[in-house]
């Protein structure tokens, strides 16, 4: 059967025992902010396991998208070394949500893998857990299962728990054996790639308490997961999953790329290339993308593991989003999101290859440098002085080792490794029992300098037999997170205020969504900082400024500069001496007008969000802002630079949710479960308590957030994106302004026009001055060719003739070099002719003494010396101009002008 195939009828069969066939949820659990990735078919259905959700339906049946690569399910290591292991994979379950039980989830499952599909009873084996005498005697009973194939594991292997606390229950596990030796009981749970997990049968009827103890629950579960890529691998006979028509397809188009045949020395490369492709286009699909933060460094640490393996298939450009193709062909049928967002996802993947792509060759040549050093060395300790160890960098980048004999005064070759074919047997040859590890330095510095991942940079020396010193690493990361903490330590650390706070101090009432001002009871004033029981006025928290404004007690009133909160407690900071004790009564009142003016900017980041992921995509999501009265910022995830019709589009439905008055609902002080059903948006690695607020403009936007906002869109006015910029590989910042903050945008851009008017025409009239003075220089350079035409006469019949080819810019130079002509050749007839675009001008000057004396008249000369060129002209006697159109002629027409001069 085909991989479709075992899919449709695994749904088929639950189906027609009346389970609903429910879609996979996707990959990125949105709506769970302490799971990186899905990876259990389980995990849509936790909050019915909690008891905190209910369904429809009491059976259902699906298949999920799993990625699993961290935590106890991290397999990540295995992939593509072995032939079972995946980051990415498909589960089959089947689930009863208080219906049926054990019996029916074993015997339905034998029946599926015994009747259905045929497999042999005689290499089924089934494991439960060890005190669980119900399952046993179900399999025992009521099925046909081998009786010796029934086996009691402990818990490690046979008793599931989704957390320390809350449901769990024992599970029975079906093995099949496909060794030679299928009556050998040791083989179950070995760990063997020929004995292996099929099916796992979750029966959920405990409750784990805090102190450890099981209660049986009012309702039983039943959760069961099948790993699909293994069951195809056994239905179609294979060893490998990688065999299989769900892998062979990316693997062929993997050859086609690279021109290297998926033999021994490339199956790896092209395995875990095949692997990590699919989780970072299912995942992508999702709305993950690849970054330097929870999930999204997950997927960069794939993207860029898959990218190293390449350079062992010789493959150096960007080819993976390539395999996006492969992927959506056959498995979109199934999984039309992979389809509909192919192409963003194939940009995303082609960006962060070209990005990496940039650095991984220097990282590897790093890396190259420090393993040749440490062989080197350790060769120099291992060989006695008879031997000479040299190392060469060849031109390829590759590096030779040389182990060369001395004998008497010369070196006899013994031998030569190139570094490329050093292998876990060079290393045990030459370097025996040495200590061969990777300094966490060099380690590090490859993550800090060249994006390489710790795991990375540790695969590359396994590979080598080398290890890496993880523990310095770990040092220098740490030293590296101080740095960065102690550079963004508040500035309130030391003072008396804070040093006043602590686990007794009261939580601040913070009254400001309601009121701007209001009376409250000083706890303590010093050291310009006031702490109060009750306060309108907002702290710096979540991107969003703190308030200023003031206070008044009896008849002083002292400035609020900034608002902090040091854990529940709120901090005003004020300028001048506040001689008051504790219990004294304080009107505070808020500068509402920037207050206003900050609502504006956050009501619209929530609006900028939510039409970035309209425009752009779901892998939008916001990674840093900051909310000030004069303008916002929001960073957001997002692979390349926004185009111009996308920064307008966006500033359309922003502009558009403004003009459409969307009322604004708070949701205060939601129970979280409550808000995640909402559909409230909500990221990985954010902390949220148990209560929480909840912010939504009509059916546009719908956040957690606990900042203040206008009651209603309009109050926004109007948006304007300023700026669009990267801050971090897949990084995008806008900065954006609202309300009065467009108003002062436009004066400073009308102001702006206005000096650049005022600029321009400055510019302008100094370039008309530059270019009458480079006339002016040019034309003297030419009149300086009018003296070698004087110095070139000739004399016809007594009358001196001037004639040459000059080059002018229009005609207007052409009678300004006339002019000059005349002026210094005194008596004669002078003709200067010049091409001007593809034309011939002509001008001929004659001496006031021959047009008086002789009638030489200069429009007649021209005239005749202009139909040598194919034109005509005139003018006065003593200057005239002609045209023509033959620029071939110019040359003639100069050479036989002393002879119109004889004729006439």
């Not at 008849?555 to 300028?575: A, E, F, L, S």
């Not at 593809?838 to 200069?858: G, N, T, Y």
Request: hydrophobic share 35%; charged share 30%.
């Amino acid at each position: 059967m085909t991989s479709n195939e075992i899919r449709e009828q695994f749904l088929k069969f639950f189906a027609n025992k009346e389970h609903k066939i429910v879609d996979s949820s996707p990959v990125v659990p949105f709506n769970d902010p302490t799971l990186l990735f899905i990876n259990a078919g389980m995990n849509q259905f936790k909050d019915v396991f909690l008891g905190t959700g209910t369904r429809d339906y009491k059976r259902a049946v699906n298949t999920q998208k799993c990625i699993r690569v961290s935590g106890k399910h991290n397999d990540l290591e295995e992939v593509g070394h072995d032939t079972y292991h995946h980051t990415f994979f498909e589960m089959l379950g089947n689930w009863s949500f208080g219906d049926y039980y054990k019996e029916d989830a074993i015997k339905w499952a034998w029946e599926l893998l015994t009747e259905v599909w045929k497999l042999s009873k005689e290499r089924l084996w089934a494991t439960v857990y060890r005190t669980d005498d119900e399952a046993f005697d179900i399999w025992e009973k009521n099925t046909d299962i081998n009786p010796s194939h029934i086996l009691r594991f402990a818990e490690k292997d046979n008793f599931w728990e989704m957390g320390d606390t809350g449901p769990c229950g024992p599970c029975s596990e079906i093995h099949i054996n496909l060794t030679d030796d299928i009556e050998n009981a040791s083989l179950v749970n070995a760990g063997r790639p020929d004995c292996i997990e099929l099916w796992n049968l979750v029966f959920i009827q405990y409750n784990r308490d805090e102190e450890g103890k099981l209660h049986e629950l009012p309702s039983k579960h039943v959760d069961t997961g099948m790993g699909f890529e293994r069951m195809c691998a056994v239905l179609q006979d294979k060893t490998s999953n990688y065999d299989t028509d769900v892998f062979t397809p990316l693997i062929k188009s993997i050859e086609e790329i690279s021109g290297h045949s998926y033999k021994h020395e490339h199956q790896i490369a092209m395995r875990v290339i095949s692997d990590h492709i699919r989780t970072l286009t299912f995942a992508i699909a999702d709305g993950a993308v690849p970054g330097n933060e929870g999930r999204s460094y997950v997927l960069r640490r794939l993207l860029r593991r898959a990218s190293r393996y390449a350079r062992k298939l010789d493959l150096e450009k960007p080819f993976m989003f390539q395999l996006v193709d492969v992927v959506a062909d056959n498995m979109g049928e199934v999984f039309p999101e992979i389809v509909k967002h192919k192409e963003h996802i194939k940009k995303i993947i082609k960006a962060e290859e070209e990005s990496f792509n940039v650095t991984l060759d220097r990282g590897i040549e790093l890396f190259n440098d420090e393993l040749v050093s440490i062989i080197k060395d350790i060769l120099k300790q291992n060989f006695s002085k008879e031997f000479r160890i040299s190392t060469l960098q060849k031109q390829s980048g590759d590096h030779l080792i040389r182990i060369d004999k001395i004998v008497g005064s010369e070196e006899v070759n013994h031998t030569q490794i190139l570094l490329s074919q050093w292998d876990l047997k060079s290393t045990k040859k030459y370097l025996g029992d040495s200590e061969l590890l990777i300094s966490g330095d060099t380690a590090f510095k490859l993550y800090d300098t060249f994006g390489f991942p710790l795991d990375l940079t540790m695969v590359m020396a396994k590979e080598k037999g080398f290890s890496v010193d993880e523990k310095r690493f770990d040092e220098l990361m740490r030293e590296q997170k101080d740095r960065a903490r102690k550079a963004t330590k508040t500035k309130q650390g030391n003072s008396g205020a804070i040093k006043r706070i602590d686990e007794n101090t009261e939580p601040t009432m913070f009254l400001g969504y309601d009121t701007l001002e209001s009376e409250a009871e000083i706890i303590s004033a010093e050291d310009g900082y006031l702490v109060v029981d009750r306060s309108p006025f907002y702290a710096e928290s979540g991107g969003q400024v703190g308030d200023t404004g003031i206070a008044e007690i009896g008849d002083k009133r002292i400035k609020i500069t900034d608002t902090q909160k040091i854990g529940n407690v709120i901090v005003h900071k004020y300028d001048g001496g506040l001689d008051t004790a504790p219990g004294s009564k304080v009107m505070l009142k808020v500068d509402e007008k920037r207050r206003r003016d900050i609502m504006r900017n956050h009501s619209a980041t929530h609006l900028l969000h939510a039409a970035l992921r309209k425009v752009l995509g779901d892998h939008v999501q916001q990674k840093g802002s900051f909310v000030g009265p004069e303008y916002l910022r929001f960073d957001f995830t997002h692979f390349e630079k926004m185009t111009h019709n996308e920064i307008d589009e966006v500033e359309s439905i922003v502009n558009e949710k403004i003009l459409e008055s969307l009322q604004k609902m708070h949701h205060r002080d939601t129970p979280f479960e409550e808000a995640k059903k909402m559909g409230a948006m909500m990221f990985f690695g954010d902390k949220y308590g148990d209560k929480v607020n909840v912010v939504q403009f009509g059916d546009f936007t719908l956040e957690f957030c606990g900042g203040t906002h206008v009651n209603n869109t309009s109050e926004i006015g109007l948006f304007k994106i300023i700026s669009e910029s990267s801050i971090a590989s897949g990084i995008r910042r806008i900065e954006a302004v609202t309300g009065r903050g467009v108003e002062e945008y436009i004066r400073k851009q009308e102001n702006r026009i206005q000096k650049s008017e005022v600029r321009i025409n400055e510019l302008l009239e100094e370039k008309k001055k530059l270019e009458k003075e480079l006339s002016r220089l040019q034309l003297e350079e030419k009149l300086g060719g009018i003296d070698q035409i004087i110095s070139d006469s000739e004399e016809v019949n007594g009358i001196n003739i001037f004639k040459g080819k000059v080059e002018v810019a229009g005609i207007d130079e052409l009678k300004s070099l006339g002019d000059e002509l005349r002026n210094k050749m005194k008596s004669g007839v002078g003709l200067l002719i010049a091409q001007i675009e593809d034309k011939v001008q002509m001008v001929c000057v004659v001496s006031d003494d021959l047009v008086k004396e002789k009638k030489v008249l200069a429009g007649k000369i021209v005239g005749e010396a202009a139909k040598i060129v194919g034109g005509g002209g005139g003018g006065r006697p003593h200057m005239a101009t002609a045209g023509g159109k033959d620029v071939d002629k110019i040359d003639e027409a100069l050479k036989v002008f002393p002879e119109i001069i004889k004729n006439l």
